[in-house]
């Protein structure tokens, strides 16, 4: 069981709009620590999405978003691609687990 | 451009001892905190220790607290991971990650390719 909640799948057609949701708690992202998005295509490395919520990396396309709401954060993906089909994974910092890093669960996103 | 090189993984039965290193090129590695994180087979990524820039601070998961130690050496580049009383639990690929910049929340801005341990009799 993640710290931090994450659907286990998504799915969407090509040029659809799609979100998944990471919801946490007090220790964690109600406690305002900051939220970041990797998505990790089959076989590869994860790769920085998002980072502090809203923001991206150099060469992230703008189709990938983030938000925050209370104890709660976003990832929306716009104008669906085949290639975003991946593995999508929030992470935050938790205060009640000793120096943790916290991830969630994933979310596998596959575009019909 | 920043290079995560993982190297040492392998298999080893239960109870056995493994050295992870992971060689880091194309940045200041002494001004970055770096961590493990490891990922099972098909399963999802778990924060496994991160230390700071200084080598001075590190921190661990609950999971391989007072089994695993974490170091860096600041004059070679490099990051390690002392992983001892291995269990099936530890199998996994394991990644050498930097953090973008200090903080406790801090992201992973570059990621290693990732070496497969498999702690198995």
């Known amino acids: 069981q993640s710290v931090l909640s994450q659907p286990p799948s998504v799915s969407g057609a090509p040029g659809q709009r799609v979100t998944i949701s990471c919801t946490g708690s007090s220790s964690n992202i109600g406690a305002g620590y900051d939220v970041h998005w990797y998505q990790q295509l089959p076989g590869t490395a994860p790769k920085l999405l998002i980072y502090?919520?809203?923001n991206r990396p150099s060469g992230v396309p703008d189709r990938f978003s983030g938000s925050k709401s209370g104890t709660s954060a976003s990832l929306a993906i716009t104008g669906l691609q085949a290639e975003d089909e991946a593995d999508y994974y929030c992470?935050?910092?938790?205060?009640?687990?000793?120096?943790?890093?916290?991830f969630g669960g994933g979310t596998k996103l596959t575009v019909l | 451009d920043v290079q995560l090189l993982e190297s040492g993984g392998g298999l080893v039965q239960p109870g056995g001892s493994l050295r992870l290193s992971c060689e880091a090129s194309?940045?200041?590695?002494?001004?970055?905190?770096m961590s493990w994180v490891r990922q099972a087979p098909g399963k999802g990524l778990e924060w496994v220790s991160g230390?700071?820039?200084?080598?001075?601070?590190?921190t661990y998961a609950d999971s391989v607290k007072g089994r695993f130690t974490i170091s860096r050496d600041n004059s070679k580049n490099t990051l390690d991971l002392q992983m001892n009383s291995l269990r099936a639990e530890d199998t996994a690929f394991y990644y050498c990650a930097k953090e973008r910049y200090s903080s406790t929340s801090a992201p992973f801005d570059s990621w290693g390719q990732g070496t497969l341990v498999t702690v198995s009799s």
């Open positions: 230390i700071r820039g200084s080598g001075v601070s590190s």
């Open positions: 502090g919520y809203i």
């Open positions: 194309g940045f200041t590695f002494s001004s970055y905190a």
């Open positions: 992470q935050s910092y938790d205060s009640s687990l000793s120096g943790s890093r916290v």
